[in-house]
């Protein structure tokens, strides 16, 4: 800002005209609260401001007024940045419906150096928007004018980073359309947040060389994000160790259920050649991602005909931990060959003392139109030092049609992660079914991998395979680590009602090679078979090591297959004890029919 002040003096004969020039150097920085309309008539202007004066002693607040409504002519970036002390918020003002933004009409696509979105926030730290709605406006109908996300956080290179801002009660509402693979920095699609290791004009990934350079401590609280390809997406900086220029410990929807975020209806793009997810998370160190609800299609929403996830940790996180806790997950399948993945965990590989969290989960969800597609509840191949599975209800899946083959597997929970410390703890397994002309297999708790593993006090129950073809293989819980124990089950009402089933049923079943195992206090009941595959209440062939086998219950088991066990093992000297075997029924007179059988060879 520059003022110039002139005047005249006599002084005798001379005369002297003197000039005053007063230069600032800069606007004054905004302080204190300001309101549209009153300071500013729309919020495109105090952003304006905003990046011209910076913040001053006390930060900047903007009230805008319920009700109020804005359609933006071009993104809106944000280049200046709060403190602690002097933070910048943008926030909804009185009673009524929040303010509306609508997205202006994009030029880029999702391969474009720029993506299109509402609001940028480019190295900006200490800034909050709460309670402002982003939708897209309703001519945006391609993948060119539609936006690649509503609120983006962004670096302006490796050394600034956007840190420590907050999205909480927004109502964001794009469009499905887009479905296209980001280049560079970025996921799939339109998304309604994102996260990223690039700058708002390019999408190249940055080296991040200090921790100032990562995108940070950033929570998303109380949001609702619908028809987008994608929810909320981070991708970050592959940092080396100590991995403290990686982003960290951005917040997902907090520790209560009111701080939960909604992501509804998300997916389900015309021919769709690329994956819907949730929330995807790439190169994140202690990320919080709980309490969410996370339904793809609640009735309003269209299934996803490719790969679908609700939550995908993916890889690149190495060493790192997470939490993945009390969120709320219903997937809906729309493909044929797909995957489906309601939890997805390949975070924390090179363990290092690192800790994955994956509890408390309620899942849910369907496949009907799977001809070999897999459906995992949650799907974890994490090699972290410990990954924890704990206190998760997954229920009331259903696979397949009887028109379609449905040879694809159903995991409710699946490790196959080379952890350390394996818990897969008090989970509630029930009402599994599937149907298809040909069949597949059911395992209600899989541990393929995992050198300690405690599998114990799990529910196992309700799991139906029908339809036609000889495939039906089914198992309650299956283990293979180095040192196993599957204590305190209970595994009820499995069922196989294919007349035509050749293949074997499980309760518990371990074929891997551990050293020492221990498989007590267990309850099996009512193993059902209609075909004639093997049943089998408890089944173990290892080699070497040792093995306690008590306390077990098992009963209720019919078949009309030629073999049949309460518990079968095999290649070992186990020490058998205590267990309580009876009520097995075979209705092949030719049957082999055992409480206990041990082979050893």
Not at 87 to 99: F, H, L, T, W, Y
Request: charged share 5%; net charge neutral.
């Amino acid at each position: 800002m520059k003022k110039i002040y002139s005047s005249i003096v006599n002084l005798g004969a001379f005369t002297f005209f003197m000039v005053l020039f007063f230069v600032s150097s800069s606007f004054a920085q905004l302080t204190g609260v300001k309101a549209i309309p009153t300071d500013y008539l729309t919020i495109s202007a105090f952003i304006s401001d905003l990046n011209t004066s910076g913040v001053g002693t006390g930060g900047v607040q903007l009230n805008v007024p319920a009700n109020y409504t804005e359609t933006l002519s071009a993104q809106l970036t944000v280049t200046a940045s709060g403190t602690s002390a002097n933070p910048i918020v943008i926030q909804k003002s009185g009673s009524g419906a929040n303010p509306v933004l609508t997205s202006y009409a994009g030029v880029n696509t999702p391969i474009s150096a720029s993506r299109d979105g509402m609001i940028c926030l480019s190295g900006t730290d200490y800034m909050t928007i709460n309670g402002i709605d982003f939708t897209e406006a309703t001519a945006n109908t391609t993948e060119t004018t539609c936006m690649e996300y509503a609120i983006g956080l962004f670096k302006v290179d490796g050394t600034n980073g956007a840190q420590n801002n907050a999205v909480l009660n927004c109502n964001i509402q794009l469009s499905r359309v887009g479905n296209t693979n980001w280049t560079g920095a970025g996921h799939t699609g339109s998304a309604g947040i994102v996260v990223l290791n690039c700058t708002p004009l390019a999408n190249a990934v940055l080296t991040v060389t200090s921790a100032s350079g990562a995108n940070s401590n950033n929570s998303f609280f109380s949001n609702t994000i619908s028809r987008s390809n994608s929810g909320i997406v981070f991708v970050g900086f592959g940092a080396p160790s100590p991995f403290d220029m990686g982003d960290q410990a951005n917040n997902v929807g907090g520790s209560t259920l009111a701080t939960g975020n909604n992501i509804l209806n998300f997916g389900g793009a015309g021919a769709a050649l690329n994956p819907a997810t949730g929330v995807f998370a790439n190169n994140q160190w202690d990320l919080n991602c709980s309490y969410n609800t996370i339904n793809n299609n609640n009735g309003s929403g269209v299934n996803h005909a490719n790969t679908l996830r609700g939550i995908f940790l993916n890889s690149s996180s190495t060493s790192a931990s997470a939490n993945c806790n009390f969120n709320n997950l219903t997937i809906q399948g729309g493909g044929t060959t797909s995957q489906v993945s309601c939890i997805e965990n390949s975070f924390g590989s090179t363990a290092s003392g690192n800790t994955i969290n994956l509890n408390n989960n309620t899942i849910t969800g369907s496949y009907l139109t799977a001809t070999s597609g897999v459906f995992y509840g949650i799907y974890s191949t994490s090699s972290a030092a410990n990954v924890n599975i704990l206190n998760n209800t997954v229920s009331g899946i259903s696979y397949g049609v009887i028109a379609n083959t449905g040879t694809g597997a159903v995991y409710p929970i699946w490790n196959s992660g080379a952890t350390a410390n394996l818990q897969i703890r008090n989970n509630n397994v029930n009402t599994i079914s599937r149907t298809g002309s040909t069949g597949g297999t059911t395992i209600g708790i899989y541990a393929s991998s995992g050198i300690n593993q405690s599998v114990k006090n799990n529910t196992v129950s309700n799991l139906s395979i029908a339809g036609t073809g000889t495939s039906s293989t089914m198992y309650g819980i299956q283990v293979a680590g180095t040192t196993v124990v599957a204590d305190s089950n209970t595994i009820s009402n499995l069922n196989c009602n294919k007349a035509t089933g050749t293949s074997a049923m499980y309760g518990i079943y371990d074929i891997g090679s551990p050293s020492d195992e221990n498989y007590n206090y267990n309850s099996i009941t009512n193993l059902n078979h209609l075909g004639t595959g093997t049943t089998y209440g408890m089944y173990f062939f290892t080699t070497t090591g040792s093995r306690t086998v008590s306390n077990n219950t098992i009963n209720g088991i019919s078949s009309n297959g030629t073999t049949l066990s309460g518990i079968q093992m095999s290649s070992s000297s186990p020490s058998v004890f205590k267990n309580k075997i009876y009520n097995l029924q075979s209705t092949i007179h030719s049957s082999s029919s055992n409480g206990f059988r041990n082979c050893n060879s």
